[in-house]
């Protein structure tokens, strides 16, 4: 079982930069994909990045690539989503997530696969 909490979501202006946080409690394996997720209003979640727990393999999705960066800390089961040159467009609810895997396997964008999330926390940017 896996418990899952964000923090550092706010209100920030249109070019800042955030970094959410997510801490695991509970095991994160090597072979467990961490993801990124946000919502936009009356929309479904959208994929924002993912790594493999282990470091050797992740994925951005190309609406926010260069802009954002996923990072993990093992040694703190914390898992991070740093957003810069933030626009309005970037205003949603953004969600931490973990599949859980008993071997490696690819990344996928698909929130059905994962197991556990988080609560979710809120980002707005304002122009």
């Known amino acids: 079982q896996v418990q899952l909490a964000e923090s550092g979501g706010g209100f920030v202006q249109a070019g800042d930069s955030l970094r959410l946080s997510c801490v695991a409690s509970?095991?994160?394996?090597?072979?467990?994909?961490t993801g990124w997720f946000r919502q936009f209003p009356g929309k479904e979640r959208e994929f924002i990045g993912a790594?493999?727990?282990?470091?050797?393999?992740?994925l951005i999705a190309d609406s926010v690539k260069g802009r954002f960066t996923i990072s993990r800390n093992a040694a703190s089961n914390t898992m991070y989503l740093q957003m810069n040159s933030l626009t309005p467009e970037d205003t949603a609810v953004y969600y931490c997530a973990v599949e859980t895997r008993t071997r490696p396997g690819p990344i996928v964008t698909r929130e059905d696969v994962y197991h556990y999330w988080g609560q979710g926390t809120q980002v707005t940017v304002s122009s």
């Open positions: 790594m493999r727990w282990r470091g050797d393999r992740s």
């Open positions: 509970g095991t994160i394996y090597n072979t467990d994909n």
